[in-house]
């Protein structure tokens, strides 16, 4: 059984800095798109960043680029997101995917097959 476990979240302020790890078990994570996700309060679920399986494509959202970076490393099953300058409206629920159809990341939530339970982001102003 695939499971995604995050840790990292907390409260930070703002222009603070966070990193959120992602911890793979039960498939081979080079065989996996890997996604970040978030979900802020009274929003929709919203795609973050995505790594492809030999992390040679990544890809942001607008709202993110320059600030957080997604980086992987198979070996130790892990997914990373550095998250810097960081602002009161990244405040969410972040979660970390897994897609093992596709080889680069989607920023579509339904193309994702495995999730996290989600680590909470707080930003104060």
């Known amino acids: 059984q695939v499971q995604l476990v995050e840790s990292g979240g907390g409260l930070v302020q703002a222009g603070g800095s966070l990193s959120l790890s992602c911890v793979v078990s039960?498939?081979?994570?080079?065989?996996?798109?890997m996604g970040w996700f978030r979900q802020g309060p009274g929003k929709e679920r919203e795609f973050v960043a995505g790594?492809?399986?030999?992390?040679?494509?990544?890809n942001y959202a607008d709202s993110v680029k320059g600030r957080f970076t997604i980086s992987r490393d198979n070996a130790k099953n892990t997914v990373l997101l550095q998250m810097n300058s960081l602002k009161p409206e990244d405040t969410a629920v972040y979660y970390c995917?897994?897609?093992?159809?596709?080889?680069?990341?989607?920023?579509?939530?339904?193309?994702?097959?495995?999730w996290g339970q989600g680590t909470q982001v707080t930003v104060s102003s």
């Open positions: 995917a897994a897609d093992y159809l596709n080889v680069v990341a989607s920023t579509s939530q339904y193309e994702y097959h495995y």
């Open positions: 790594v492809s399986w030999n992390a040679g494509v990544l």
């Open positions: 039960g498939r081979t994570l080079s065989r996996l798109a």
